[in-house]
């Protein structure tokens, strides 16, 4: 079993609608969870990270986390054209140098 | 020049060549990264540098060799490659190691091995 699940999509949605971005994962030891912004040919950057459960809110952007079913969401409210990219889910423990990242989806918004 | 920056973005290499990957980061992070990723897999951390000493080697194959001369470059010298070492290799820097929301990525080395 992996230890990080990410559907690759790719999920194409209208502009303005609702994204709903998710990973599961195995590993109960995971503590911060991070969601990446890919696009094409550049490196990820850092969209948002939480530590343990809850949600975590930044504009347009919500991120939740429910360790007790071990399911990480992204949420993008009023999805922008801009927004197309691929996003990666990424997980550590409280110790340890070792990130694990999911495949990663790709999304387009299409204007 | 800001952030992290690799060199070259593009790289086609033989089976039986030598070449090198570059990164700088120019943010005073002390902890720098290598990852390889490749189509429809998550990304595969390679190396792990704190303070230009490795802490992390993920069972890389020796024909991957990494190198770390002070704490803003960071180089992956590559020889006798297989074709499946074909993929996106990603240097990133942090902080310092263990801190997951400061980790900032350059734009990769696009890597062909023919």
């Known amino acids: 079993q992996k230890e990080v699940e990410q559907d690759p999509g790719p999920l194409s949605v209208p502009e303005g609608a609702i994204v709903s971005l998710n990973c599961t994962y195995s590993?109960?030891?995971?503590?911060?969870f991070m969601w990446y912004r890919q696009y094409s040919r550049k490196g990820p950057e850092l969209l948002m990270y939480t530590y343990s459960s809850g949600n975590k809110e930044d504009g347009r952007f919500t991120a939740q986390v429910d360790k007790s079913s071990k399911y990480i969401s992204l949420f993008i409210r009023d999805s922008q054209p801009s927004d197309s990219a691929t996003y990666l889910c990424?997980?550590?423990?409280?110790?340890?140098?070792?990130?694990?990242f999911g495949t990663g989806t790709s999304l387009t918004v299409i204007p | 020049e800001t952030g992290v920056t690799q060199t070259p973005r593009h790289l086609v290499m033989g089976m039986t060549n030598k070449k090198s990957l570059k990164c700088e980061q120019h943010?005073?992070?002390?902890?720098m990264y290598w990852y390889k990723q490749s189509a429809k897999k998550p990304l595969e951390l390679m190396f792990v540098y704190s303070l230009e000493e490795r802490v992390e080697n993920n069972s890389v194959p020796s024909r991957f060799s990494p190198e770390c001369p002070n704490s803003s470059h960071l180089f992956l010298h590559l020889h006798t490659l297989q074709p499946e070492d074909s993929a996106l290799y990603l240097c990133a820097s942090s902080q310092a190691v263990g801190q997951p929301y400061e980790q900032y990525f350059g734009p990769g080395t696009r890597l062909t091995v023919t």
């Open positions: 990424a997980m550590l423990p409280n110790t340890g140098n070792q990130f694990y």
């Open positions: 943010l005073g992070h002390n902890a």
């Open positions: 590993n109960s030891a995971f503590q911060y």
